[in-house]
């Protein structure tokens, strides 16, 4: 039986973002990550052109900051933009799905990380590494919550 890391769940997931700053994820999950980006900027871009993300640019956007919107290209911060975008990335229905957690990780995790990427000037490398680390962690409470959620 393997031993489990001392500290809560939350202190554990940390520890793991913080060793993805310090040791480069496996080549294997920038791969996957590489991919993830694409079909998420694919889902984005055309989700971008239609409500709700349209709206919520229309009532949002406009902000101070270097995250853009797509397509647009607007910029305004980086929480709206991941906001906008992650609609957007979910609104045509193509984007990822993770099984054993019924859940769609694209849009939360890449929305956000994108945004911050944009807000930041973060190089790409730091980019796929925010994406493995986000994929990882919010797969696992994920699977940990499904499909449990559904019977409340």
């Known amino acids: 039986m393997s031993r489990q890391p001392a500290g809560t769940v939350a202190e554990i997931f940390a520890g793991y973002c913080v060793r993805l700053r310090q040791e ?3 080549v294997s999950a920038i791969h996957a990550a590489k991919r993830c980006l694409l079909d998420w900027y694919g889902g984005t871009i055309g989700g971008g052109t239609l409500p709700p993300a349209t709206l919520l640019a229309d009532a949002l956007a406009g902000g101070n900051g270097k995250a853009r919107l797509l397509p647009s290209g607007q910029t305004t911060d980086a929480r709206t933009a991941a906001l906008i975008n992650g609609a957007a990335s979910h609104t045509m229905e193509v984007d990822d799905i993770y ?3 019924v859940y769609h990780p694209g849009s939360p995790v890449i929305s ?3 945004a911050l990427a944009d807000e930041t000037g973060a190089s790409g ?3 796929l590494a925010a994406i493995v ?3 990882e962690v919010s797969n696992r409470i994920a699977a940990g919550v499904n499909p449990a959620h559904y019977t409340y």
């Open 24 to 26: 480069k994820p496996p």
């Open 99 to 101: 099984r054993p957690g």
């Open 112 to 114: 956000a990380a994108v």
């Open 125 to 127: 490398e730091v980019l």
């Open 133 to 135: 680390a986000g994929y």
